[in-house]
């Protein structure tokens, strides 16, 4: 499926099948354990049945984590408690092997390709690809990005879901790395959920009081150019996302018109899936929280998308698709016990409540 790269607007989302899912919950009920034993497993199981259009559901064989790397001007105001080349010197670290996406990845089962949509630094032939600038605008006094360059990312988010989904992918995580992305984040959910500055601001990388207090100050003054925008999810991007927001939420929105699951990572991957949403109603249909950051923007964004509870508590805040991969084994479990187990007939085992 080849998509128009001047075109921002998405195909059609399908539901994940109905029908499928309901032979799942049957299939359930045939399994050799008590109904509903399995908790979340079997309702992740039935889901990725529903997904993939059949049961018993193939197992899991190609995960995809692709991480999104880009700059953005406003750490240069002292949001973040790292500076920015960090974010060039991890593309590096990535594609070494050396980071906590590999290592997760391997243990997942997962396999890992990062992309530079907008780094400030010239970045390895194999990721730079898709690049739309060296770096996005600063938000609170200026666009992100021009109308130009938001229609590139958009169109580079979706040519890479295509690009994944052509290749075999069966399930796709983002992830992302940028220094100071987190306030973008928390602007593009400040802004859809309504909710106010400081209740939506946290402390990112780390951040100590003084810098919180000038995050907060960013994101009151980005809110305020993102407010007259809000119905136009292009606009929203251009004014107060990044070219990384524009890719992430174009890719999660184009993964679901190609029938497509997506594990959704942390507060980042988030804002751009709220994005994604209304790039392309119905979306969220094919994706499934990974775990809940203490970003509290991120519960906001959860909520908002009903994609609460996730799957996992562990206060994990590392971003990179970290805590969509260290999901990952309760969904390849979750498709595992629904596809792999015996019926009572098939296990001569008695079905009744008594045994």
């Known amino acids: 499926m080849t998509a128009d790269a001047d075109n921002p607007e998405f195909g059609p989302v399908v539901a994940p099948d109905p029908g499928m899912r309901a ?54 105001h002292g949001v973040s408690a790292f500076p920015s080349e960090v974010t060039a010197q991890m593309v590096a670290n990535f594609l070494a092997g050396g980071a906590a996406v590999n290592a997760l990845a391997r243990t997942a089962g997962a396999t890992v390709r990062v992309v530079d949509i907008a780094v400030d630094a010239d970045t390895d032939e194999r990721v730079s690809d898709h690049k739309v600038r060296r770096s996005s605008g600063s938000i609170d006094r200026e666009d992100a990005l021009s109308e130009d360059e938001v229609r590139a990312a958009i169109a580079a988010g979706r040519a890479i879901a295509d690009e994944e989904v052509d290749s075999g992918a069966d399930i796709l995580i983002a992830g992302e790395m940028g220094i100071g992305n987190t306030t973008p984040a928390t602007v593009l959910i400040a802004a859809l959920t309504d909710t106010e500055p400081v209740a939506a601001v946290g402390r990112g990388t780390g951040i100590d009081d003084a810098a919180w207090c000038r995050k907060t100050a960013a994101v009151r003054d980005a809110l305020r150019r993102a407010r007259p925008v809000l119905a136009d999810p292009v606009a929203l991007l251009r004014v107060a ?51 809940r950051s203490p970003e509290p923007a991120h519960s906001l964004a959860l909520k908002h998308l009903r994609l609460e509870p996730p799957l996992l508590e562990f206060e994990m805040r590392l971003g990179e698709g970290s805590g969509a991969l260290t999901a990952l084994p309760l969904v390849h479990a979750a498709v595992a016990t629904l596809a792999e187990m015996a019926t009572f007939g098939d296990a001569g085992v008695s079905g009744s409540s008594d045994t």
């Open 23 to 76: 032979a799942a919950e049957a299939r359930q009920l045939q399994l050799t354990k008590p109904p509903g034993s399995l908790g979340r497993l079997e309702r992740i199981g039935n889901w990725i049945a529903a997904c993939q259009g059949q049961c018993p559901p193939k197992l899991l064989e190609r995960p995809r984590v692709v991480v999104f790397a880009g700059d953005h001007g406003i750490a240069r």
């Open 241 to 291: 996302g990044g070219a990384d927001f524009a890719a992430m939420a174009a890719f999660l929105a184009q993964a679901a018109v190609r029938r497509t699951p997506v594990v959704i990572d942390g507060v980042v991957v988030t804002a751009a899936a709220l994005v994604a949403e209304r790039l392309a109603p119905g979306a969220g249909d094919w994706w499934i929280a990974s775990h």
